[in-house]
């Protein structure tokens, strides 16, 4: 028996979708439901599953095209629905009997795509370490992350690019900020448009069009800081992800509903403007493949536990690409965390149809006038962009004023 495989509506209302990776390889034979491609459209990036085990005859795209609702992804033969095909034993060969990857000079590259799991892939980032180097113990070959752990004991990692940061104190855990290894590494010559960095560029071109201004200013965190610890330290068994960006968000959330007018969008060719009657805030994270928009929902329905737990969960799926396509729509404000990697100041650009983007920089000690004299502060820097089409200065700089009060004083929105 011989299934086609086509792409299906992913229900999100688009009609195409970029073949990321493919995860299997013609000949293999693969078990029902096991991912066999992770493709990209414009609002989010998931794996497709096998709907029959079999083996694979064909494949009908290259990485990187781009696939029509209903076209045929794979051909699969020699099974039936529902009937297993013969499984590869799925746990790692005993820690004893493996044989550890060689180190990284001494092995020639493939030339395709090392089979390895969203997680895997973020630890060897993390690293420093190229996966097209590595050698898998795992089935299929697949690279597991014990195979990462042999190779950076025994090999050397990738070069880190450019000279250290100087120390900051990072939002998220109050530690110097990690610079990823390899951010910005491409070779010379020209590549295809492809993945996140493809919809990031079209997001952007049309988020150009919007008449931007910015205004920026800096406060006192230390209250921040200390309500953070207390709270950790008064509700550990709640306060597990309790990071600065919550309470960020749930001031900006805030702001958002003393402030109606920024939490809306505008329409000129229809000449409305729709004021949100949610305050859905999305917040950027760095991923592996470039930068993705989780959107919390409701954000002034939680409180500051669960609006920690909302933020760390939709980070951890949007770094494992498990966040799915619901989970990054339906943003009316965003929130941009630069000051995790020591940025102090930035110009963020909004994100179309939304009227307002507010960024964060890093909390770091700086001079700072604290009873007319001159005195050591951990202090934030605070910019907000608007649509001026939308927005004038004056409630552009009342917004962000409001949203430095909270802060400043974070009891004042927690009770």
């Not at 509903?257 to 969008?265: D, E, I, K, T």
């Amino acid at each position: 028996m011989t299934t086609e495989f086509r792409l299906p509506d992913v229900g999100e209302g688009l009609d195409e979708a970029e073949i990321v990776e493919w995860l299997v390889a013609v000949g293999e034979v693969i078990r029902r439901d096991q991912p066999l491609v992770e493709i990209l459209t414009d609002k989010s990036q998931t794996q497709l599953p096998a709907p029959v085990a079999g083996t694979i005859t064909s494949l009908g795209f290259a990485e990187g095209d781009m696939a029509n609702v209903g076209d045929v992804l794979v051909v699969i033969s020699g099974s039936e629905p529902g009937k297993a095909a013969p499984e590869e034993d799925p746990a790692p060969a005993p820690v004893e009997e493996m044989t550890p990857p060689a180190p990284l000079a001494s092995r020639p590259k493939t030339g395709r795509r090392p089979k390895a799991s969203p997680s895997v892939r973020r630890i060897a980032l993390d690293r420093g370490l190229d996966l097209t180097e590595v050698t898998g113990s795992g089935p299929s070959g697949r690279i597991l992350e014990s195979d990462l752990d042999s190779v950076n004991h025994e090999g050397p990692a990738l070069a880190k690019p450019g000279p250290s940061p100087s120390p900051s104190i990072n939002s998220a855990t109050g530690a110097a900020p990690s610079i990823p290894p390899v951010l910005g590494q491409m070779a010379p010559g020209t590549h295809p448009l492809r993945g996140i960095r493809r919809v990031t560029a079209e997001a952007m071109e049309r988020s150009w069009t919007i008449p931007h201004i910015h205004g920026a200013d800096e406060m006192d965190a230390t209250a921040l800081l200390e309500a953070r610890s207390a709270l950790k330290t008064s509700h550990a068994d709640r306060a597990e992800h309790l990071t600065p960006m919550a309470f960020f968000m749930m001031a900006v959330a805030k702001a958002l509903r003393r402030y109606p007018l920024v939490n809306s969008s505008i329409d000129m060719e229809a000449a409305t403007i729709t004021v949100m009657d949610r305050v859905n805030v999305g917040f950027a994270v760095a991923t592996a493949n470039g930068l993705v928009v989780p959107v919390v929902h409701d954000v002034d329905r939680l409180d500051l536990f669960k609006l920690a737990d909302a933020i760390a969960g939709l980070g951890r799926a949007a770094r494992d690409k498990t966040i799915t396509a619901a989970q990054m729509q339906g943003g009316t404000c965003t929130i941009t965390n630069y000051g995790s990697l020591g940025g102090r100041y930035a110009s963020p650009i909004i994100r179309s149809p939304e009227a307002a983007i507010v960024g964060f920089g890093s909390i770091q000690i700086r001079p700072s006038v604290v009873g007319g004299e001159v005195a050591a502060r951990p202090t934030l820097p605070v910019v907000t962009a608007a649509d001026h089409r939308i927005i004038d200065g004056d409630l552009m700089t009342a917004f962000t004023e409001d949203v430095m009060a909270m802060l400043r004083n974070p009891i004042t929105m927690l009770v």
